[in-house]
């Protein structure tokens, strides 16, 4: 069975400093990764998601993960971070199984300080 | 906005009550899934559905069933309802139901059981 586990339950960085987020993942087939955000009473919201090629993907916000297959990571950085990307952050796995439904780490919630 | 639309978005209720949830996935989406967030368990994939079917299905309790009706719309149905049960339901909503789609996510249902 898959696993999804997100490294730091709490993260604190201050405005303009670099955002890193961890996510390492236990699967037996290749996986599809997935980086999702969800804001204040809001939803989730796509971020980016690794299917196939290139292991360097680029998300909205400016956010990029990078997938590396031999340390079965799938970490979240952003160079610069505004006070905006304050919010949960979490990091899901997908496979081609029977069960095509995302499994979540338990979360990142991201503080960014003045 | 992710085109996904729950109602209602809040639901108060008590112990062994009955509650249904509802979903519209966006247009064009023939894959629906429902998800629970709560403090304890985080985010748990609940069941899936695929223009009409059931596709797969997680954690989810006997308590607890889902159907989507031919205009792809789907319900989520709570009975028996405990103060475990509350938490935020989520649908979400993907094209065709493959493990590399991305999932779109409405805004969830904030259930409380009293």
């Known amino acids: 069975a898959q696993s999804v586990t997100q490294l730091g339950s709490h993260v604190s960085v201050s405005e303009g400093a670099l955002v890193l987020l961890r996510c390492n993942y236990s699967?037996?087939?290749?996986?599809?990764l997935f980086w999702y955000v969800q804001y204040p009473n809001q939803g989730l919201q796509l971020l980016l998601k690794y299917t196939t090629g290139a292991t360097l993907v680029k998300g909205i916000n400016g956010f990029e993960a990078e997938f590396k297959k031999s340390e079965t990571s799938f970490h979240l950085t952003k160079p610069s971070a505004h006070m905006s990307d304050a919010a949960e952050y979490f990091c899901?796995?997908?496979?081609?199984?029977?069960?095509?439904?995302?499994?979540f780490g338990s979360g990142t919630r991201l503080q960014v300080q003045p | 906005d992710s085109g996904v639309t729950q109602t209602p978005k809040h639901l108060i209720t008590a112990t062994g009550q009955r509650v249904t949830l509802r979903c519209s996935p966006r247009?064009?989406?023939?894959?629906v899934y429902w998800y629970q967030q709560s403090l304890d368990q985080g985010l748990q994939f609940l069941i899936q559905y695929y223009n009409g079917e059931e596709r797969a299905k997680g954690n989810i309790l006997e308590r607890f069933s889902a159907q989507q009706f031919p205009d792809l719309h789907s319900e989520l149905n709570l009975s028996s309802l405990e103060l475990g049960d509350s938490a935020l339901y989520f649908c979400a909503s993907s094209v065709l139901g493959r493990y590399t789609d991305t999932q779109y996510f409405g805004p969830g249902t904030r259930l409380t059981v009293l």
């Open positions: 899901a796995v997908s496979l081609d199984t029977g069960r095509r439904a995302l499994t």
């Open positions: 699967s037996s087939v290749p996986p599809y």
């Open positions: 247009s064009g989406d023939l894959s």
